[in-house]
């Protein structure tokens, strides 16, 4: 369930009057998603979903609605904020922050087939290129100053090899990026995982759920994209699917010399990135809901693999 704060009908009602969006036909709590309150909203006029925060720093949000309006302005398939009357986006309901959106088409991909690869690929270099120009400013939560801070904690609840292997590893990081040249920078998705799409056929209809949108390294986006879209079970990176993704991001963003040598080390820091996250869910932090968490062994798998396989060669950009 993700209904944390329920609704009546009679409160989205007066919520909708601040807008210029027609009259309430349909209320419906999603049942995915894991932070916030959605609910589908349906208008004589709209499909829309309406998002109360339930957590987070709520002095974010107005990166978030920044960050989707200009990138829905630089048409991107992303759910770019509903304004109301006044021309504001960040509303307040039921004593929490929300936000209404346009309802996107579409279902998301458990086993996206290669045209699917190719659509995510492509507007990913396309968002990667306008997203460079964008001048809000968010760190990246979970980047290597984060994985530094953080993965102590979970030591403890590890075997003595897996602390070797997430101690080491973060060693590799720090000395690997420590001397690296600065990498292209931008506003990224920070979290865009196969369930964060909306697919009709092969079109991708949307891009959601922007809440670890930040500003870094655009390559980050990238090489998480590559471990959840192009892992087979065993964590093996899947050829077709990859060079499917990498080739049509190259196509509208080509990597520098610099993205290219630290390829390899962005797969694996952003699979430990991950297995981390995913640790300190379950043993340090756990949310007050009971909904599953995320395994954290699919990346710990991942990040084995790409340690003992390396990376695939990185598709050159086609000539023009
Ligand atoms: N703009 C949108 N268009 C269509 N469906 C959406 C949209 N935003 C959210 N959803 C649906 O609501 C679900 C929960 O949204 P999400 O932002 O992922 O919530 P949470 O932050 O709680 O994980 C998504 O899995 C998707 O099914
Ligand atoms: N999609 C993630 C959850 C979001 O990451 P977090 O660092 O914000 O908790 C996952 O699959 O673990």
């Known amino acids: 369930m993700a209904v944390f704060t329920p609704l009546s009908e009679t409160q989205v009602i007066d919520f909708l009057s601040r807008f ?7 209320l419906e709590g999603v049942a995915s998603g894991t932070e916030n309150t959605t609910y589908f909203v349906t208008t004589d006029q709209r ?3 309406l998002t109360l925060f339930e ?10 609605v920044d960050l989707l309006d200009y990138l829905a302005d630089h048409r ?6 509903v304004h109301d009357r006044q021309g504001i986006a960040l509303q307040s309901l039921a004593d929490r ?22 659509a995510l690929g492509h507007t990913l270099g396309r968002m990667h290129c306008v997203s460079r120009y964008f001048d809000g400013h968010r760190p990246n939560p979970r980047d290597l100053h984060w994985l530094v801070a953080m993965h102590h904690r979970v030591l403890v609840y590890l075997s003595p090899d897996d602390q070797a292997l997430m ?13 690296a040249p600065e990498l292209p ?10 369930d964060n799409t909306l697919f009709e056929g092969d079109r991708l209809g949307g891009i959601i759920d922007f809440y670890n949108g930040c500003t870094g390294d655009l390559l980050f986006d990238l090489a998480i994209v590559i471990n959840d879209w192009a892992s087979d079970e065993a964590g093996h990176l899947d050829k077709a699917r990859h060079d499917a993704i990498l080739e049509a991001y190259i196509a509208e963003r080509p990597l520098t010399d610099a993205e290219r040598n630290a390829w390899p080390m962005m797969l694996r820091m952003t699979a430990l990135r991950y297995w981390l996250s995913r640790l300190l869910v379950i043993y340090v932090d756990p949310p007050a809901h009971d909904l599953t968490p995320h395994d954290p062994q699919r990346f710990r798998t991942i990040l084995k693999t790409r340690l003992n396989e390396g990376s695939l060669p990185l598709p050159q950009r086609s000539p023009a």
């Open 167 to 179: 101690a080491d590893e973060v060693d590799a990081y720090q000395s690997y990026f420590g001397d």
């Open 55 to 64: 957590q987070g720093d709520h002095d974010e949000l107005p990166f978030f």
């Open 97 to 118: 922050p929300a936000l209404l959106f346009p309802r996107l088409p579409g279902t998301s991909p458990s086993a996206p087939d290669l045209s699917q690869c190719r």
């Open 47 to 49: 499909d829309c979903v």
């Open 76 to 81: 991107l398939p992303v759910p770019g904020p």
């Open 20 to 26: 210029d969006i027609g009259t309430l036909a349909h």
């Open 185 to 194: 920078q931008g506003a990224i998705h920070g979290d865009l995982f196969r």
